[in-house]
């Protein structure tokens, strides 16, 4: 078990225990400086190790999503933005809570993703919507790895899962944002 713990430990780039390797999942450095994105941090990885990387960085790309929400609901003005907004807070912290317990399952150890607060300027529903829509497609790539590097069913559904219903909330805030003054 020691051995697989410090073999996670090294693929997570220590990101256990309430350390982070950048905020949203977005970056960790290289040895070159240069950041590298989750996909690059998920693409050599396969079976358990995927899994639990995986699972890091989808609760910190989740808490993210939920932080862009909450600045929906204090400043937004749009019902169905604010609506949906509400939607990704009770979909992306249940995720994040499953994918925690996975974690802890999976390492012995705890991760809680880094919370920040958001203060948009402008049309805080056009930031909103315009914001999800990249952040949703960065959540979609990192899903459609998963079929062909996890062999863990609960993994492979929620993936699945994270596909379809991104996918049309895209659709849907690509639609929203043509009807917004």
Do not use: C
Not at 41 to 60: C, H, I, K, N, S
Not at 72 to 93: P, Y
Not at 107 to 119: A, D, I, L, N, W
Not at 152 to 172: F, G, H, K, S, W
């Amino acid at each position: 078990m020691r051995a697989a713990l410090l073999l996670t430990l090294a693929l997570t780039g220590g990101a256990l225990a309430g350390t982070h390797t950048g905020h949203g999942g977005h970056g960790a450095s290289t040895a070159t400086g240069k950041e590298a994105g989750p996909l690059d941090q998920l693409r050599p990885l396969l079976g358990w190790t995927f899994d639990v990387r995986f699972a890091l960085r989808m609760m910190d790309h989740h808490q993210m999503a939920v932080d862009m929400a909450r600045a929906e609901l204090r400043l937004g003005n749009d019902a169905r933005v604010k609506a949906a907004a509400r939607e990704v807070i009770a979909t992306q912290e249940k995720e994040i809570a499953q994918l925690g317990a996975w974690v802890r399952k999976w390492t012995g150890k705890s991760y809680t993703p880094r919370s920040m607060s958001m203060s948009p300027k402008g049309d805080t529903d056009r930031w909103f919507l315009e914001g999800m829509i990249p952040h949703h497609e960065g959540a979609v790539e990192m899903a459609r790895l998963v079929p062909a590097r996890s062999q863990n069913p609960q993994v492979r559904q929620l993936a699945a899962r994270i596909v379809r219903t991104q996918t049309a909330e895209i659709n849907q805030y690509r639609a929203w944002l043509k009807d917004l003054p």
